[in-house]
């Protein structure tokens, strides 16, 4: 089935962790993105990806870092987790330019303590 | 600045009983609007895309329209199964690349048997 595969689906992490969530979509979509979802604040982008071997900051992309090696996996890396990081993270990917609605993964529930 | 809200947070219908969410936006130039379902702990799953004012688009028991300002997702003779969250997003035309989509902090529809 053609989509966005997350993993893992949930985690919980100790503070100061070093911690990387995997990202992979069999779709051929050139763009990529990483959302953080917060109750009240709604989805805010992290950093985001045009197309293969191409990354850019989003709106909250401190504290985190992606990389874009092929079309198909867009990892994010949490270098040194902090509670505030405490959210649920959703991978997206749409074509590419142009007005394309997301596909989003399933989502990552990650709890720093 | 571009900015999305939604109405209500929250709406409890009975099965059966019609209603509609609102989205509102500010946007310098809107490229496209978006809907967006979204069941619990699940990822956001695409429901349509509206580009100019005056614009309709149908799918089961779901219509959306959209005028300069806002957005309406009409739900006709709701089942329990519509219950999720909404959400509404907005490109502006000068993102191309879809990297600032701004996000409506969605409305919660329960639809009681």
């Known amino acids: 089935i053609a989509g966005i595969t997350q993993a893992p689906t949930s985690q919980i992490l100790a503070a100061g962790r070093r911690m990387t969530l995997r990202c992979t979509q069999d779709?051929?979509?050139?763009?990529m993105y990483w959302y953080r979802q917060d109750l009240g604040l709604g989805l805010r982008l992290i950093h985001y990806?045009?197309?293969?071997?191409?990354?850019g900051k989003g709106e909250v992309p401190d504290g985190y870092s992606v990389s874009r090696a092929n079309t198909d996996d867009f990892p994010l890396t949490l270098a040194s987790a902090v509670p505030s990081q405490t959210s649920v993270y959703f991978c997206?990917?749409?074509?590419?330019?142009?007005?394309?609605?997301?596909?989003f993964g399933s989502g990552t529930r990650l709890t720093v303590v | 600045e571009d900015q999305v809200t939604q109405s209500p947070e929250a709406l409890r219908l009975q099965e059966g009983e019609s209603s509609s969410l609102n989205c509102s936006y500010t946007v310098s130039g809107l490229r496209g609007l978006f809907w967006y379902r979204q069941d619990p702990g699940k990822g956001p799953e695409f429901l349509f895309t509206?580009?100019?004012a005056g614009e309709e688009k149908e799918k089961e028991r779901l219509k959306a329209t959209l005028t300069k300002k806002e957005s309406f997702l009409h739900i006709t003779a709701p089942k329990p199964e519509d219950s999720a969250t909404y959400l509404c997003?907005?490109?502006?035309?000068?993102?191309?690349?879809?990297?600032?989509?701004?996000f409506g902090p969605g409305t919660r529809l329960s639809v009681l048997p």
């Open positions: 990806s045009n197309t293969a071997g191409t990354t």
């Open positions: 997003a907005v490109q502006a035309k000068r993102d191309n690349y879809g990297q600032n989509f701004v």
């Open positions: 509206l580009y100019s």
């Open positions: 997206a990917s749409k074509p590419g330019p142009g007005t394309y609605g997301y596909t």
């Open positions: 779709m051929r979509h050139n763009a």
